[in-house]
């Protein structure tokens, strides 16, 4: 800092994250959100949670109504630098169950239903009201949150995906189960891709960004330079320019 120069205030802006499955919204996105200071929500774990009560509860994706009640057992729980990566379901954490693969192949198809996107909407939508904020998802820029100060669309092709998916799970990237992951993901990306409310596509507005060949770091450090820079515009537009 120079002498004459004066602290700036920084701006916390509210960013959407969207992007298929694996494509490291919510490892990225969190990782980013430790680095900037930001709370995080990875909302796929609503999804996941309600699809997870529903299948122990014997609730298909045709009943509606009991569906939508399940929203009132799940609960996304803060860590201690707020981010919201684990969810509660009837008092109890069940994010490692919700990650697992029998939801994995369920998820997409309980994410059709419109009531339960609805339903879904107001729990969202709440988290956007204190700026500072990583939301990632599969609709948060085009539906949840459409004056999200920044958007980012994360790109990755599904061979890739299905690779750190793979790698995640410590299986051999060559096997069968690999190649089974790859079906799983073209399945739910047409899934998610193709449904009437919300598909998963990028808003308008977004910044694509293309991670296929980044290491982790790379791309958590490609996400934090575009938010630093979005909240310099935001400053700016704000006349805090920082100048003396
Ligand atoms: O990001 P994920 O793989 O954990 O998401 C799980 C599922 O939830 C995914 O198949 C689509 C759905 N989902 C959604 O429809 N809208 C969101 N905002 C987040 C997730």
Redesign the pocket.
């Known amino acids: 800092m120079t002498k004459h120069s004066r602290p700036t205030t920084r701006v916390r802006i509210v960013v959407a994250v ?1 992007g ?3 494509s490291g ?2 490892s990225v996105g969190a990782e980013a959100a430790r680095r900037l200071g930001y709370r995080f929500c ?7 949670a309600v ?1 997870w009560l529903a299948m122990e509860r014997g609730i298909a994706h045709d009943q509606t109504a009991a569906l939508v009640r399940l929203v009132d057992d799940v609960k996304l729980v803060a860590d201690a630098r707020g981010r919201l990566r684990h969810v509660e379901a009837s008092g109890r954490d069940v994010t490692a169950e919700v ?1 697992g693969p029998a ?2 192949r369920a ?2 198809d ?2 059709k239903v419109p009531e339960l ?1 609805a339903a ?1 909407v107001p729990l ?1 939508r709440a988290l956007a009201d204190e700026a500072g904020i990583i939301v ?5 820029g085009t539906v ?1 949150l459409p004056d999200a100060d920044l958007k980012i669309y994360l790109f990755a092709s599904p061979e890739e995906r299905a690779r750190r998916r793979a790698a995640q799970r410590r299986l051999s990237a060559n096997g069968t189960q690999a190649r089974g992951i790859l079906e799983d993901m073209l399945r ?1 990306d047409a ?2 891709s193709g ?1 009437q409310t ?1 598909p ?1 596509r990028a808003a308008e507005d977004a910044i694509v960004l293309t991670t296929d060949g980044n290491t982790f770091q790379q791309t958590v450090s490609q996400v934090v330079r575009t938010i630093r820079q979005a909240e310099k515009r935001a400053r700016a537009a704000n006349g805090e320019t920082g100048a003396p």
């Open positions: 969207d298929p499955s694996s919204k919510s990875d909302t796929g774990l609503l999804y996941r699809s990650r939801v994995d998820v997409s309980y994410s996107r879904l969202q990632a998802g599969r609709d948060i949840i739910r899934i998610d449904r919300a998963l």
